[in-house]
């Protein structure tokens, strides 16, 4: 007999706290067993998610609560991962939506939810963090309400269920006032709330893939849910491809999830979601179906990416120094090995067999595929971002983002000067009780390249921002995005005390005594808009004659440090960021490099 099911999606914003909800969730299902050593954001699995405290990767899980088997899948909760969000929806039949008792619902939190009431889906509306001493847990309830009605939710969905919750603490409650000590309340709700899935186990088969994996054993893995049918190890199927093609195909694996593990199966039905090997051309919204009588379920639509970089061979003069994969083949190889997962992603060759075009949906999913080479022993080049145009009814249109700021109140002014320059247009602005105002705008996306930088120097660094896709609309004009100029490195060699201290009224260091520097390699930013070539190699001529003022302490300026992000954000047209496992470099292409690319 088929076990009672319920499929379940956690959506919310970034930072809200999902992965420490679905942590209680976990800890208090029973799937630990007595003594075992417990990590904190356990969903959190990839090292990057980690570091960074947000959610990359669309993850499953599975727990037990009184002989019903939930699906927990955890979604991310930046717009530049919307791509894995709009998929894990069609396997779900029900969410909960996290909303932070302080800040209310927030831009990636209307772009979920949107997708979420599209597909009929009722949330269950968890107000989290009541604990902290800010919280307004019943103006976060009315937020979500007005949400729901600006998105035109239907009457079912407006009267939608709601509980009170802190993750860190562990406890969910229906009433503010009352006592709780663990998460049953959340469990009872999605028992309750949370429609068992529909499906035929007595159809022929029909499984959709939402979710690619892969396995140095296995080869790719598709993870989806069975909508008809059912599906056994080893048998004989059909994938229906999107060009409408029938490939067969063994099951060579089935398996399903419990807690964090994947467990073996024999068989599944309808409404389970399992992760399926042996079908090695699968791609996402693909159907695995039946042989003898082949069904294709409809396509699954993933947003095109909308910003683009070149990702080249490094030939810097400190080129294959510090990195272990430097050929343009193994660059070759890796990016289209990241295609097998990350469906959000294109890669294009170009005409020079040493660089590919690779697009995505925002800097921060590029960024996180840079950097997940370089700790991997990859050593390459990157140029700057550049936004992707299409023409939409014979018109050229590019891509407009939401972008919602929360600034303390004497940084207003100037973020709404800087973002006219932008052409960024104010939709709304709310004062706070504390101090703090929120701003939206509808922005161009390349208007907010390179603009976090600036903004974290308008707001000296209390500002947070959040942005997410919109939609396509006619070109703006020129913007106005003009940075100072660069100061570079004039010849190859060791950076000294003597030269950066005396080059410090030129502007400001990107390096410190010490650091090694080639020609062009861009080590600081000109106080002027020109480009300045100095020679930060110069030592002090040493004589027999004493200086009177010898002895006394100098002190240079902290350099201002370039991480990968900021790099990205930092470069110009006529540049590119040096990338290797053990160091980020900023680099000038020299005049033969511009022309040659002229010419291309």
């Given at each position: 007999m088929t076990l009672p099911i319920r499929n379940v999606a956690i959506i919310a914003h970034v930072d809200h706290g999902k992965t420490t909800l679905v942590d209680a969730l976990l800890k208090q299902?029973?799937?630990?067993?007595?003594?075992?050593?417990?990590?904190?954001?356990?969903?959190?699995?990839?090292?990057?998610?980690?570091?960074?405290?947000?959610?990359?990767?669309?993850?499953?899980?599975?727990?037990?609560?009184k002989d019903i088997l939930i699906n927990i899948v955890d979604t991310p909760g930046h717009a530049d991962f919307g791509g894995e969000v709009e998929r894990v929806l069609g396997m779900v039949d029900g969410c909960i939506l996290i909303v932070d008792a302080n800040e209310g619902p927030m831009p990636q939190t209307r772009f979920v939810l949107k997708k979420a009431l599209e597909k009929g889906l009722r949330p269950i509306v968890v107000v989290n963090k009541i604990d902290r001493p800010q919280a307004d847990p019943?103006?976060?309830?009315?937020?979500?309400?007005?949400?729901?009605?600006?998105?035109?939710?239907?009457?079912?969905?407006?009267?939608?269920?709601?509980l009170f919750a802190s993750g860190l603490q562990g406890y969910a409650k229906e009433d503010l006032d009352a006592e709780a000590v663990d998460m049953q309340a959340l469990f009872e709700a999605i028992l309750h709330h949370v429609p068992p899935p529909v499906g035929d186990p007595a159809k022929p088969l029909q499984l959709q893939v939402t979710t690619l994996d892969y396995s140095e054993y296995l080869g790719r893995i598709?993870?989806?849910?069975?909508?008809?049918?059912?599906?056994?190890?080893?048998?004989?199927?059909?994938?229906?491809?999107?060009?409408?093609?029938?490939?067969?195909?063994?099951?060579?694996?089935?398996?399903?999830?419990?807690?964090?593990?994947?467990?073996?199966?024999?068989?599944?039905?309808?409404?389970?979601?399992?992760?399926?090997?042996?079908?090695a051309d699968a791609n996402i919204g693909e159907t695995?179906?039946?042989?003898?009588?082949?069904?294709?379920?409809p396509l699954i639509k993933v947003d095109e990416p909308t910003l683009?970089?070149?990702?080249?061979?490094?030939?810097?003069?400190?080129?294959?120094?510090?990195?272990?994969f430097v050929t343009s083949r193994q660059l070759r190889d890796r990016l289209f090995r990241e295609l097998e997962t990350n469906v959000a992603l294109r890669v294009e060759p170009t005409d020079s067999p040493d660089k590919f075009l690779v697009s995505g949906?925002?800097?921060?999913?590029?960024?996180?595929?840079?950097?997940?080479?370089?700790?991997?022993?990859?050593?390459?080049?990157?140029?700057?971002?550049?936004?992707?145009?299409?023409?939409?009814?014979?018109?050229?249109?590019?891509?407009?983002?939401?972008?919602?700021l929360d600034v303390p109140e004497e940084a207003v002014g100037s973020c709404i000067e800087r973002l006219g320059q932008r052409k960024g247009e104010m939709q709304d602005m709310q004062v706070g009780a504390n101090g703090r105002t929120q701003i939206d705008f509808v922005i161009p996306a390349r208007g907010l390249v390179g603009f976090r930088g600036d903004f974290l120097r308008l707001t000296k660094g209390e500002g947070i921002m959040n942005h997410s896709f919109l939609e396509y609309?006619?070109?703006?004009?020129?913007?106005?995005?003009?940075?100072?100029?660069?100061?570079?490195?004039?010849?190859?060699?060791?950076?000294?005390?003597?030269?950066?201290?005396?080059g410090e009224d030129r502007g400001v260091f990107f390096i410190k005594p010490g650091t090694k520097v080639y020609k062009n390699m861009i080590i600081g930013e000109h106080n002027r808009p020109q480009d300045l070539d100095l020679n930060v190699c110069k030592t002090k001529q040493l004589t027999n004659h004493r200086s009177a003022t010898g002895d006394e302490?100098?002190?240079?300026?902290?350099?201002?440090?370039?991480?990968?992000?900021?790099?990205?954000?930092y470069i110009g047209p006529d540049e590119l960021v040096e990338i290797t496992p053990q160091s980020v470099r900023l680099r000038k292409l020299s005049k033969k490099k511009l022309a040659k690319q002229g010419k291309r």
């Amino acid at each position: 007999m088929t076990l009672p099911i319920r499929n379940v999606a956690i959506i919310a914003h970034v930072d809200h706290g999902k992965t420490t909800l679905v942590d209680a969730l976990l800890k208090q299902s029973g799937i630990f067993r007595e003594g075992e050593d417990i990590p904190d954001c356990v969903m959190d699995s990839n090292d990057l998610e980690r570091e960074r405290g947000i959610t990359i990767l669309s993850k499953n899980t599975a727990v037990r609560y009184k002989d019903i088997l939930i699906n927990i899948v955890d979604t991310p909760g930046h717009a530049d991962f919307g791509g894995e969000v709009e998929r894990v929806l069609g396997m779900v039949d029900g969410c909960i939506l996290i909303v932070d008792a302080n800040e209310g619902p927030m831009p990636q939190t209307r772009f979920v939810l949107k997708k979420a009431l599209e597909k009929g889906l009722r949330p269950i509306v968890v107000v989290n963090k009541i604990d902290r001493p800010q919280a307004d847990p019943y103006g976060a309830i009315d937020k979500v309400l007005d949400l729901f009605l600006e998105l035109g939710a239907d009457d079912d969905q407006c009267e939608f269920p709601y509980l009170f919750a802190s993750g860190l603490q562990g406890y969910a409650k229906e009433d503010l006032d009352a006592e709780a000590v663990d998460m049953q309340a959340l469990f009872e709700a999605i028992l309750h709330h949370v429609p068992p899935p529909v499906g035929d186990p007595a159809k022929p088969l029909q499984l959709q893939v939402t979710t690619l994996d892969y396995s140095e054993y296995l080869g790719r893995i598709v993870i989806g849910r069975i909508h008809n049918g059912t599906i056994k190890a080893s048998q004989q199927a059909a994938l229906v491809k999107d060009t409408g093609d029938i490939v067969q195909a063994k099951v060579t694996k089935l398996m399903g999830f419990e807690g964090l593990k994947r467990v073996d199966l024999k068989e599944a039905s309808a409404g389970y979601i399992v992760a399926v090997a042996g079908f090695a051309d699968a791609n996402i919204g693909e159907t695995i179906t039946c042989p003898n009588e082949p069904q294709a379920l409809p396509l699954i639509k993933v947003d095109e990416p909308t910003l683009q970089m070149t990702f080249c061979v490094n030939d810097s003069p400190f080129a294959g120094k510090e990195g272990d994969f430097v050929t343009s083949r193994q660059l070759r190889d890796r990016l289209f090995r990241e295609l097998e997962t990350n469906v959000a992603l294109r890669v294009e060759p170009t005409d020079s067999p040493d660089k590919f075009l690779v697009s995505g949906r925002g800097e921060l999913h590029l960024g996180i595929l840079i950097e997940t080479m370089r700790r991997q022993g990859y050593e390459f080049q990157v140029s700057q971002p550049q936004v992707i145009y299409r023409e939409v009814n014979g018109q050229p249109c590019e891509p407009f983002e939401y972008l919602v700021l929360d600034v303390p109140e004497e940084a207003v002014g100037s973020c709404i000067e800087r973002l006219g320059q932008r052409k960024g247009e104010m939709q709304d602005m709310q004062v706070g009780a504390n101090g703090r105002t929120q701003i939206d705008f509808v922005i161009p996306a390349r208007g907010l390249v390179g603009f976090r930088g600036d903004f974290l120097r308008l707001t000296k660094g209390e500002g947070i921002m959040n942005h997410s896709f919109l939609e396509y609309r006619p070109m703006t004009g020129e913007l106005e995005t003009r940075r100072n100029g660069v100061i570079v490195a004039f010849e190859e060699g060791m950076a000294t005390f003597y030269a950066l201290k005396n080059g410090e009224d030129r502007g400001v260091f990107f390096i410190k005594p010490g650091t090694k520097v080639y020609k062009n390699m861009i080590i600081g930013e000109h106080n002027r808009p020109q480009d300045l070539d100095l020679n930060v190699c110069k030592t002090k001529q040493l004589t027999n004659h004493r200086s009177a003022t010898g002895d006394e302490l100098v002190q240079l300026q902290a350099p201002v440090e370039m991480s990968l992000e900021r790099a990205l954000e930092y470069i110009g047209p006529d540049e590119l960021v040096e990338i290797t496992p053990q160091s980020v470099r900023l680099r000038k292409l020299s005049k033969k490099k511009l022309a040659k690319q002229g010419k291309r």
